[in-house]
């Protein structure tokens, strides 16, 4: 539960962050790596995007989150609907103290109730948009560094050091994933499965079919692992 109160209103509409970035997995990719999986208080991101016309949702879930169930019900209950719904008026959301995040007010919208969500659209595409999630116990100072960081992470790419970063993490999983044994999957630890799942989400288009195999059972056994856990509807 957070300390700090929230405002009792709920909104007429949502005021989102906003970006012109053009290299869209990338940024959402930094927004968990460097907003999210780095405090116990990240949940996870959420973006929306279209490929060959099909609305997708790409879910990078922070491992190191205290509740597994609370991630799990946000994989098993956000959908695309409930995506679109939190971005509109009326949404089940109420302004929190921290500028540009809100509350969530309602099991409907498919997120635990109490968990503080950032929205995130870009500045053309509206096809483009990200939640970025916070919930549970947080030291003083954390989620305002999460929240400085988001919003460097939003401004205009400033080239080659960032992308020289990004690449390199990349080629880092690739080789973790490559060198895996898929015999000894079961004794992995589930944090490590879920890293590699989480942060490769999305970015093994056009890679050999040897990888995209492995990699699909790398994440049919994180949902088998992560289902076995007892659902909750308690708030984050």
Same mark, same amino acid.
């Given at each position: ?10 909104? /007429? ?21 460097? =907003?999210? /999986? ?10 929306? &995007?279209? !490929?060959?016309?099909?609305? +997708? ?9 205290? &509740? ?13 609907? *409930? ?9 089940? !959301? ?6 540009? !995040? ?7 919208? @498919? ?26 116990? +947080? #030291?003083? @100072? *954390? ?6 960081? #988001? ?13 020289? *970063?990004? *690449? ?5 999983? #690739? +080789? ?5 044994? #898929?015999?000894? !999957? &079961? ?14 989400? @999305? ?9 995209? &195999?492995?990699?699909? =059972? ?16 308690? @708030?984050?």
């Amino acid at each position: 539960m957070f300390k700090k109160k929230t405002v009792a209103a709920t909104p /007429a509409a949502v005021t989102m962050l906003r970006t012109s970035r053009e290299d869209w997995h990338r940024l959402t990719e930094e927004i968990y790596v460097r =907003a999210v /999986a780095k405090i116990p208080c990240g949940m996870a991101v959420v973006s929306k &995007s279209k !490929l060959l016309g099909f609305t +997708r949702l790409t879910m990078r879930l922070n491992p190191a989150f205290r &509740s597994g169930e609370a991630t799990q019900w946000v994989r098993r209950h956000f959908k695309v609907g *409930q995506f679109d719904s939190i971005f509109a008026p009326g949404a089940a !959301l109420r302004p929190y103290e921290a500028a540009g !995040l809100y509350e969530i007010t309602d099991i409907k919208a @498919g997120l635990p109730v109490h968990c503080l969500v950032g929205l995130i659209a870009h500045e053309k595409d509206p096809d483009l948009r990200a939640v970025v999630l916070f919930g549970g116990e +947080r #030291l003083e @100072g *954390q989620l305002e560094k999460s929240l400085a960081a #988001l919003r460097e992470c939003l401004a205009p790419t400033k080239g080659a050091v960032r992308d020289a *970063q990004l *690449q390199a993490r990349r080629e880092e999983l #690739l +080789r973790d994933l490559k060198a895996l044994d #898929l015999k000894e !999957l &079961s004794h992995l630890d589930v944090d490590v499965v879920a890293r590699l799942v989480n942060e490769l989400e @999305g970015a093994l288009d056009g890679a050999p079919i040897e990888m995209r &195999s492995k990699y699909r =059972a790398l994440s049919d056994h994180l949902v088998r692992r992560r289902t076995r856990e007892r659902p909750t509807h308690a @708030g984050a």
